[in-house]
């Protein structure tokens, strides 16, 4: 595959980024939204974010020109920044589900910690989410390899 064809299926897979990201807005807005709709709206949307990345290393990787790499780690810099705003905003919704299911159950039972939905594990055991172990990269001098690295911090 060409730097053209990736560059385009990059740009598809940030139009499905953008509809998925919709969907998980308007699903957060939802009151009557269960923990199992939203964990797999969450799963969904993970998936397209994984998906665009995946594309535009592939395609950084075809890049020559420095000023063309930077602009590929600014265009996808700012669909990081929107993955995570939502990623917070389900955290949020997971613990005021949590809370309100608590509440109607009475004292014993507690809120599920937003930061388990950084990472949703295959095994979903009532509602509580396992994170995987963050490993750090070490930068290895490969300029083509650094929008990937810095995107890690």
Not at 37 to 65: I, M, P, W
Not at 76 to 96: A, T
Not at 120 to 136: D, H, I, S, T, V
């Amino acid at each position: 595959m060409d730097a053209e064809a990736v560059h385009k299926k990059r740009t598809a897979a940030k139009t499905q980024f953008t509809r998925h990201e919709n969907r998980m807005r308007e699903a957060l807005t939802e009151e009557d939204i269960d923990e199992w709709t939203l964990n797999k709206r969450y799963g969904d949307f993970k998936e397209r974010f994984d998906k665009v990345q995946d594309l535009n290393e592939e395609y950084v990787s075809f890049l020559t020109a420095d000023d063309e790499i930077i602009n590929a780690d600014k265009w996808v810099d700012d669909l990081v920044k929107r993955f995570d705003s939502i990623q917070l905003l389900v955290g949020r919704k997971f613990n005021d589900l949590k809370y309100s299911e608590s509440k109607d159950k009475g004292p014993g039972a507690s809120a599920v910690d937003s930061a388990s939905v950084a990472e949703p594990k295959q095994a979903n055991r009532g509602g509580l989410m396992k994170l995987k172990r963050f490993e750090l990269e070490t930068f290895t001098g490969d300029i083509r390899r650094y929008p990937s690295f810095k995107n890690d911090f």
